[in-house]
């Protein structure tokens, strides 16, 4: 079992900067694939980063060269720093744990965290 609890969001303005914190507990978490989703009001949750055991990383177009997804095994922790940030980056912020190689797909996640609000204004 693996347990997830996000933490650093909150209101910023456009072009401000965040770093999200996701802890992650339990025995084998240091062997998953994490990756971190989101979703805004109205609309399907969706994918954001990911980041293998192997630390090789992933981006959705719509945060790649703003986004930074990272991971410190010795401190049961994975991050996503979010630069530039922009209105339509408002969401609730989720990290999320795969035993097995996951990709961009929802379902292969096996374990998720309560989530974070991110508000970006204009």
């Known amino acids: 079992q693996v347990q997830l609890v996000e933490s650093g969001g909150g209101l910023v303005q456009a072009g401000d900067s965040l770093r999200l914190s996701c802890a992650a507990s339990g025995r084998t978490w240091r062997n998953f694939d994490m990756g971190w989703f989101r979703q805004a009001p109205g609309r399907e949750r969706e994918f954001a980063a990911r980041?293998?055991?192997?630390?090789?990383?992933y981006y959705a177009d719509s945060v790649k060269g703003r986004f930074t997804i990272s991971r410190d095994n010795a401190k049961n922790m994975v991050y996503l720093q979010m630069n530039s940030l922009k209105p339509e980056d408002t969401a609730v912020y989720y990290c999320?744990?795969?035993?097995?190689?996951?990709?961009?797909?929802?379902?292969?996640?096996?374990?998720w965290g309560q989530g974070t609000q991110v508000t970006v204004s204009s």
């Open positions: 999320a744990a795969g035993r097995y190689p996951v990709t961009d797909r929802l379902y292969e996640y096996d374990y």
């Open positions: 980041i293998r055991w192997t630390s090789s990383t």
